[in-house]
Antibody, heavy 114, light 108 residues
Framework: EVQLVQSAAEVQKPGATVRISCHVS????????IHWVQQAPGKGLQWVGL????????IYGENFRGRVTIIADTLTDTAYMELSSLRPDDTAVYYC???????WGQGTLVTVSS | QTVVTQEPSLTVSPGQTVTLTCTCS?????????PNWLQQKPGLAPRALIY???RRHSWTPARFSGSLIGGKATLTLSGVQPEDEAEYYC?????????FGGGTTLTV
């Protein structure tokens, strides 16, 4: 059974950096990209970026470029998304999803507040 | 920056057919944009329905179909069911990145 399990909710202060993990199981990690998607409260979906675990190639969405880093650890079958210089409007649920977006993590709520 | 546009909302009666559209600010949507369609219900993670324009996932009901019509990506629901009431998002690959549309609220 394919599963993507994300780390727990985070509360961060403005200016801080948050790191969210996404541990996958039930398939070969390097066979599919991992996407990250943001959803602010009551808002739509925003594509954050992706990583190809096979070669660590990354692509970042224009709204996040310069503040986001996505990596894949093939030793632990875990992808990470790090978002820096946090602002209150980064408050959102962040999802990881497997390539073709067929399987999703449960989401991680990041709250940015002073 | 690429902007992907969807109808903000649509209303349909059970059993009817409805078509949702997805347009791209850079020009006509083609198969090279690999259109995806996702459904999201309140409080839940999105669920992928269609990828690469028209390919259904194994769990996607046959009443959902994707296509390209008139330079737009389309999602057609034939014989709408009450449980199809949800938010629908399209996702396009454009300019080397993926971009979501703003979503369509479908009311049944």
């Amino acid at each position: 059974e394919v599963q993507l399990v994300q780390s727990a909710a985070e509360v961060q202060k403005p200016g801080a950096t948050v790191r969210i993990s996404c541990h996958v199981s039930g398939y070969t990690f390097t066979d599919y990209y991992i996407h990250w998607v943001q959803q602010a409260p009551g808002k739509g979906l925003q594509w954050v970026g992706l990583v190809d675990p096979e070669d660590d190639e990354t692509i970042y969405g224009e709204n996040f470029r310069g503040r986001v880093t996505i990596i894949a650890d093939t030793l632990t079958d875990t992808a990470y998304m790090e978002l820096s210089s946090l602002r209150p409007d980064d408050t959102a649920v962040y999802y990881c999803a497997r390539g073709r977006l067929g399987f999703w993590g449960q989401g991680t709520l990041v709250t940015v507040s002073s | 920056q690429t902007v992907v546009t969807q109808e903000p909302s649509l209303t349909v009666s059970p059993g009817q057919t409805v078509t949702l559209t997805c347009t791209c600010s850079t020009g006509a949507v083609t198969s090279g944009n690999y259109p995806n369609w996702l459904q999201q219900k309140p409080g839940l993670a999105p669920r992928a329905l269609i990828y690469s324009t028209q390919r259904r996932h194994s769990w996607t009901p046959a009443r959902f179909s994707g296509s390209l019509i008139g330079g737009k990506a389309t999602l057609t629901l034939s014989g709408v069911q009450p449980e199809d009431e949800a938010e629908y998002y399209c996702l396009l690959y454009s300019g080397g990145v993926w971009v979501f549309g703003g979503g369509t609220t479908l009311t049944v």
